[in-house]
Nanobody, 124 residues
């Protein structure tokens, strides 16, 4: 059974940083691309960042490019999202997901397993 467990969310002031983690189990981690998405109440789930199975390719939403960095540790089966210069508009529930393929993708339909999410709240 594939399990994804996010952690690292919290309440921070604008301009500060957080690092999210996603611990994966039940699947050979290095075989699949991974991604981070976020969702605010009443809005659709939004792509944040993605990474290919060995980390050679990454993609970012324009809104986070230059501030967020996605990475992975295949030896530990952990996906990370380093978030710097946080803004109030980054407030959301952040989800990690595992792709159906080795490549990364910005499309939610390309991901088959999702975590429960970790809340990030940025105050102004």
């Amino acid at each position: 059974q594939v399990q994804l467990v996010e952690s690292g969310g919290g309440l921070v002031q604008a301009g500060h940083s957080l690092r999210l983690s996603c611990a994966a189990s039940g699947r050979t981690f290095s075989t699949y691309g991974m991604g981070w998405f976020r969702q605010t109440t009443g809005l659709e789930r939004e792509f944040v960042a993605s990474i290919s199975n060995y980390g050679g390719r990454t993609h970012y939403a324009e809104s986070v490019k230059g501030r967020f960095t996605i990475s992975r540790d295949n030896a530990k089966n952990i996906l990370y999202l380093q978030m710097n210069s946080l803004k109030p508009e980054d407030t959301a529930l952040y989800y990690c997901a595992t792709s159906r393929r080795p490549s990364d993708s910005r499309w939610a339909a390309d991901y088959d397993y999702w975590g429960q999410g970790t809340q990030v709240t940025v105050s102004s």
